[in-house]
């Protein structure tokens, strides 16, 4: 028996000095912050957290505005740090508001619309504390500022890009027939305003291309997204389809590869994924966004208390263009692409949202 | 919207998606009917297919080979029939129950090493897999008419038509298929007559592994080479309601999923017919609400052969 509690209590000492040495690991890199609540704390570096609700290594949003706290981190010389809080959606309220009430933080970027309500709650309670808000809108709260990304602006080019490749003679899979397809994820407004915008796209190159919308009913079932996109291929003669289904998109994707046909990413770079296949992707930067709102927050000019939607001009969306996209999209469509951005940004453009 | 769904039936595009589309149904419900027969239904049919369908495009990517993955697929899948049958078989929970813990734990347990094998959150697509292969027959590929309807299919969907008929063998001309039917009619009755109940119950949980490891392997490795996250999207459920659809007998299941499969690749030409004007919803109705008709015409039609015959 004595025996036994001896164990029992060596390996509780023992986990007790590993957490205790884990929680000073974690806190050596942070230096602590000034008390100050001012908008920018001049002359002092600043401090900025990024909470993940969920973990890194989505290859997706929470990757993306990582690297945004990163490359702040080196050209704005601020201090920053992330904090992963788990899957465990129940852990996200105590995580976040542990790390607001250290008061070590000046500022702190958090995201998604499963954060909303816990955000709300905290920033209510913590007046001092600075809250950067992506994907999603937060208003009327004087210290959360809260950032959307115009996916209706980032689909116009899609669509532009789509009508462009429809119509292209160099492409060798593009056929004569004017028909281009949409696969979504659900019916649902947040999904046709990516597809309002992909349709405007395409009629500002020629009001006479057909667009092909399907929906899979999930964002789940893969199989499916192929079918469909499978189907606006062969049977109504699209060249190119957009998907934004999530991960049951990624079939439609494959089923441009498997019938040597185009498609294009949503959310992150997925020209990757198909090289030649998948000519581009509808990319929300949210690192670039997140390098905006510090900066701004820097200089003291970010507008707390309010949402902005930022568009082509704020660097919010835009089609990836890497390596792949150089390779193998025709000259003459990147030119056009470029012109279409410019008078995008300079508002000769507009593209109507449904959301609003 | 007709005339599309008619051109396509005539260049038999409908029947090359509908093969497609029933295929992991008929596995995964040829699966679900043994266990049903034997009085052990297995609800895990979901779970299962999840496993197999990580597993085999794991192992597959891994080795190179689509044989390798998915009988390393269907192994998963048995393996964790196994301990289902060991929970409600020897330990007594139910197997409703059971039944659900696996779908839980597919769904979760696929993730999870997804994560921490590939660093991966939502899916796994590997950049040089081997799929599963289309057979395509030489002679009669060329043939006009003959050549798409036999010719170019997925192997699983060959392997889905032969299982139809080897359940029918098993289950009805060899001695282990009256025990499995006696076993699942009278499992008192058989075990007075000798049949190690409890063996052959295990035994019909091991076919029904079997039967959803193929269907998933096919999932992952075969309609699309990828594996997401939940992608099985409910097939297994709609195999259970197939194996009640099919009379819990073979050639019943073979028509109750080519109906359901019809009801799918219809849903799918329609959906993707330009400027339809019916609501994508009410189209996502269509197989459900084929299978309820469906449902309704044999329920009327087997009362009044009752009726007939009780007269």
């Not at chain 2, 289950?171 to 000798?194: D, Q």
Request: glycine content about 12%; charged content about 15%; aromatic content about 8%.
């Amino acid at each position: 028996m004595y025996k036994a509690k001896g164990w029992v209590l060596s390996v509780l000492l023992l986990s007790i000095v590993l957490v205790l040495s884990a929680c000073g690991k974690a806190n050596n890199n942070t230096s602590p912050a000034p008390g100050g609540s001012a908008n920018a704390p001049a002359g002092k570096k600043i401090n900025a957290v990024f909470y993940v609700n969920g973990t890194l290594g989505d290859k997706g949003f929470f990757d993306s505005a990582q690297r945004g706290m990163v490359k702040a981190g080196k050209e704005l010389g601020i201090n920053v740090k992330s904090v992963e809080g788990g899957t465990n959606q129940a852990d996200w309220a105590a995580g976040l508001e542990s790390l607001v009430s250290s008061k070590k933080y000046d500022v702190v970027v958090v995201g998604t619309s499963q954060m909303i309500d816990i955000v709300k709650d905290i920033a209510a309670r913590y007046p001092d504390e600075k809250f950067i808000f992506f994907d999603d809108v937060i208003e009327g709260m004087p210290n959360v500022y809260s950032m959307l990304y115009s996916q209706s602006e980032g689909s116009f080019l899609a669509g532009a890009f789509a009508a462009l490749v429809t119509e292209n003679t160099e492409l060798k899979a593009a056929n004569p027939d004017k028909v281009i397809g949409f696969v979504g994820g659900m019916d649902i407004p947040i999904i046709n305003d990516f597809k309002a915008g992909y349709e405007q796209g395409a009629h500002y190159i020629d009001p006479g291309v057909k667009v092909v919308a399907s929906y899979i009913g999930d964002f789940a079932n893969a199989p499916k997204g192929k079918e469909l996109a499978l189907s606006q291929f062969n049977t109504q003669k699209a060249d190119i389809v957009y998907q934004v289904a999530g991960g049951a998109g990624l079939g439609a994707l494959e089923a441009s590869k498997n019938v040597g046909k185009y498609s294009i990413g949503v959310d992150g770079n997925q020209n990757p994924l198909y090289p030649g296949n998948v000519l581009t992707s509808m990319a929300k930067n949210i690192d670039a966004s997140v390098v905006r709102a510090l900066g701004l927050y820097q200089q003291g000019t970010l507008a707390f208390g309010t949402n902005e939607v930022l568009g082509l001009k704020e660097g919010g969306i835009g089609l990836s263009k890497d390596d792949l996209y150089a390779k193998y999209v025709p000259k003459s469509i990147q030119d056009k692409m470029t012109d279409i951005e410019n008078k995008l940004a300079s508002g000769e453009i507009q593209v109507k949202s449904i959301l609003k | 919207m007709w005339q599309a769904l008619w051109t396509q039936i005539a260049d038999l595009t409908l029947i090359v998606v509908l093969l497609r589309l029933m295929t992991p149904i008929l596995l995964s419900a040829l699966g679900g009917l043994i266990s049903d027969i034997a009085g052990v239904i297995n609800i895990g049919l979901e779970g299962l297919m999840l496993l197999s369908a990580f597993t085999s495009i794991a192992v597959g990517a891994a080795t190179d080979s689509w044989v390798i993955g998915t009988i390393a697929g269907v192994a998963a899948s048995v393996a964790m029939c196994y301990v289902m049958g060991f929970f409600s078989i020897k330990l007594k929970v139910d197997i409703i129950i059971a039944g659900f813990a696996v779908n839980i734990f597919g769904s979760g347990f696929t993730v999870f090493l997804m994560s921490k094998i590939y660093g991966l959150t939502g899916n796994y697509s590997p950049e040089n897999l081997n799929p599963i292969p289309n057979v395509v027959i030489p002679g009669i590929q060329d043939i006009p008419v003959l050549g798409k309807l036999l010719s170019g299919h997925n192997l699983m969907v060959w392997i889905s038509l032969i299982a139809v008929v080897f359940c029918f063998v098993l289950l009805y001309r060899t001695p282990y298929g009256v025990h499995l039917r006696s076993v699942g009619e009278a499992p008192a009755a058989a075990k007075s007559l000798g049949i190690p109940v409890g063996r052959v119950q295990y035994s019909a949980l091991a076919w029904s592994g079997v039967f959803s490891g193929l269907a998933g392997a096919y999932m992952s490795m075969g309609m699309t080479s990828m594996f997401v996250k939940d992608m099985t999207a409910g097939t297994g459920f709609l195999a259970l309601a197939v194996v009640l659809l099919g009379n819990r007998n073979p050639v019943g299941i073979f028509f109750g999923s080519l109906i359901f499969g019809l009801a799918s690749a219809v849903t799918t030409i329609v959906q993707t017919t330009p400027g339809s004007q019916v609501p994508s919803q009410f189209i996502q109705m269509i197989p459900y609400v084929v299978t309820i008709v469906a449902l309704v015409i044999f329920a009327v039609r087997k009362k009044r052969k009752l009726l007939t015959q009780a007269s």
